[in-house]
């Protein structure tokens, strides 16, 4: 079975600095999609940044950007030049590239943006 | 910017009561899914649909929970008898494409409190 381990529960970063989400994930497959998604406090769930698995390049979206890690089952996120509207919880997603839309997600990481 | 829906936010159900969850996913969207997250827990798969069957489903979705689109706008989750341990934040989400290759579009999820 598929494991998605977010290691850093919560964690601060000041406004325009780097920070860095940590995802591990376990699994067997070869071949598979990993995501990062963004809740905002009392709002939806979006999708932040996708990664798929048999691409060797990571994966960037503007000021949010992937450490794809094949080997080591690594999957960490960039957030550069920190803006208070990222404060939200990240949630690292695993899924199958055969599934019919089961995303196995990550516990998340509360993330606080501080002027 | 199109948003998938959920009613209500917040429904209170005894023990064994039949309870029906109502998402209203984007319009041009083609599969649906049903997730939830029990309070401290990772937000976990239950069902995904498509072409008006269920094309995948996780061990927590037994046969207490249906899933239908009974018109061209609604998809609704029912818990037949709903139990103690079924509390927990539901969310449907909705995509356009296989999820791999579609993003999941989540709506705000409703809170269900079984008592």
């Known amino acids: 079975a598929q494991t998605v381990t977010q290691s850093q529960p919560e964690m601060s970063v000041q406004e325009a600095e780097t920070v860095t989400l940590s995802c591990t994930y376990d699994t067997s497959e070869s071949n598979y999609y990993l995501f990062w998604y963004k809740q905002p406090p009392s709002r939806q769930m979006i999708l932040v940044i996708r990664q798929e698995a048999y691409k060797q390049q990571n994966a960037t979206e503007n000021r949010f950007s992937v450490n794809f890690q094949k080997a080591a089952k690594s999957f960490s996120l960039k957030i550069s030049d920190s803006q208070l509207g990222d404060t939200a919880m990240y949630f690292c997603a695993f899924m199958k590239h055969e599934s019919q839309g089961n995303l196995i997600f990550g516990k998340g990481t509360k993330l606080s943006v501080k002027p | 910017e199109p948003e998938v829906t959920q009613t209500p936010s917040h429904q209170v159900t005894q023990m064994g009561q039949e309870v029906i969850l109502r998402c209203v996913p984007i319009?041009?969207?083609?599969?649906f899914y049903w997730y939830r997250q029990i309070l401290g827990q990772k937000v976990e798969f239950l069902v995904s649909f498509y072409n008006n069957e269920i094309s995948e489903k996780s061990e927590i979705f037994d046969d207490q929970f249906s899933v239908e689109r009974p018109d061209g706008s609604n998809f609704t989750l029912k818990i037949r008898s709903t139990k103690l341990e079924d509390s927990a934040m539901y969310f449907c989400?909705?995509?356009?494409?296989?999820?791999?290759?579609?993003?999941?579009?989540f709506g705000p999820g409703t809170r269900l409190t079984v008592t």
């Open positions: 319009s041009n969207h083609l599969y």
């Open positions: 989400a909705s995509s356009e494409g296989l999820a791999g290759v579609g993003e999941q579009y």
